[in-house]
């Protein structure tokens, strides 16, 4: 069965301080894997793009992983601010063919404290 | 910033009620789709459109019907709201492309009493 699991479900930190997300898929075959942000009563944003071929993707002081051979991805932190404080949503995309699906995790509540 | 707007961004009513939430965008993409968000949960596909005149049903059994006469439109329709429809409904679209990067609408926030 193909599906998604993020871990953890929620996570308090402090401001200034970095932290990582989790997302294990059973997903295949795969195509990508997507990383986006949740704001409280506002639309999920993309963050990064996860292909088969990439290990590492950055975008400012978001930092995205993947090990394909073990269908984990991970999404970190640096030096956290305020604003960071949102749900973070992994999607695995199954073929990234025009009929390819999608599958979602539960997301990540991330809440940062000053 | 995705130009994708949805109205409204909140609604109450009664039960038994019809209503309608508007999805437009401004991209030209032509792939559509419409989710149900509920806290602490996964988002539920329960529509999706490749088209013009083209709508599928999604993963999610839903009572509500969509249509796709243009091109940037995708409306969704509950002929009889009830309590079990309140959830928070996310449009989004896509181009037709590999990569696949959803751009989503604010939400509609449903309530029904």
């Known amino acids: 069965k193909n599906q998604v699991e993020q871990s953890p479900q929620s996570l308090i930190i402090l401001e200034g301080k970095n932290c990582t997300l989790q997302?294990?898929?059973?997903?295949?075959?795969?195509?990508?894997l997507r990383w986006y942000k949740q704001d409280t009563g506002r639309g999920p944003v993309s963050l990064t793009i996860?292909?088969?071929?990439?290990n590492t993707k950055s975008n400012g002081r978001y930092t995205a992983t993947l090990d394909a051979d073990t269908k984990q991805s991970s999404l970190h932190i640096t030096a956290s601010q305020l604003s960071d404080s949102a749900s973070y949503i992994c999607?695995?995309?199954?073929?990234?063919?025009?009929?390819?699906?999608?599958?979602f995790g539960r997301g990540t509540q991330l809440t940062v404290w000053p | 910033e995705a130009d994708i707007y949805q109205t409204p961004r909140y609604l109450v009513i009664g039960t038994g009620k019809k209503i309608t939430l508007e999805c437009s965008q401004t991209?030209?993409?032509?792939?559509m789709y419409w989710y149900q968000q509920d806290p602490g949960m996964e988002l539920h596909l329960i529509h999706y459109s490749y088209g013009v005149n083209s709508t599928e049903k999604g993963d999610l059994s839903s009572e509500s019907t969509v249509s796709r006469i243009r091109t940037e439109h995708f409306p969704l329709t509950l002929e009889s709201a009830r309590p079990s429809h309140t959830s928070q409904y996310l449009c989004?679209?896509?181009?037709?492309?590999?990569?696949?990067?959803?751009?989503f609408g604010e939400g509609s926030r449903l309530t029904v009493l």
């Open positions: 996860m292909t088969f071929s990439e």
């Open positions: 999607v695995v995309s199954d073929r990234g063919s025009t009929l390819g699906r999608l599958y």
């Open positions: 991209m030209g993409h032509d792939k």
């Open positions: 989004a679209s896509s181009a037709l492309s590999n990569t696949g990067e959803l751009f």
């Open positions: 997302c294990n898929y059973t997903v295949s075959p795969f195509s990508n």
